[in-house]
């Protein structure tokens, strides 16, 4: 049973041993209030445990794919750092041009080891780049006017609920 459905048992054996005043209703009152205690004890946890799943789904929503794992094969480690390959300028004096690579977030020993030429020296990333801006209308970069590669941290969303 429900604990709604178990309330309202529960008002109901109350009533009868208020008026009745007999053993029976008192003992029918008791067990009924045991079972509703037990019946809201068992929705706070399930509520509770619902709430830590929903905690940790939040957490791992990092990413725009869900995954927040380093993106470098075969290392696993939670990706805490993207990458932003920054390119020399068009016109002389002009800021650099930045490009952030949402999907490619690394753990920080890779953000600490990974240059400008992992980026642009696999084929894989340095087209999936590539095809981002002409896609969009922009020419192609070329890879030799990749100046660095910045890594800045990951901001992982909290719940609003606390």
Known sequence: ????????????????????????SRKMFET???EFGEAKRRARVRRDKWRERQEVKEERETMADGINRCRVEGCGKDAGWRPTLVLAPEDEGAEPIKVETVMLDV?????????????TESPSVWGAIVRTWTDNGLPAPEAEDVIEVQYLPVAIPRPAHA
Not at 1 to 21: D, I, N, P
Not at 107 to 119: I, K, M, Q, S, V
């Open 32 to 34: 009924v209030a045991e």
């Open 107 to 119: 753990c920080e020993f890779h953000a600490r080891n990974l240059g400008p030429d992992a980026y």
């Open 1 to 24: 049973m429900g604990v709604q459905s178990l309330r309202e048992l529960l008002y109901a054996a109350a009533e009868r041993a208020l008026v009745l005043k007999d053993e029976h």
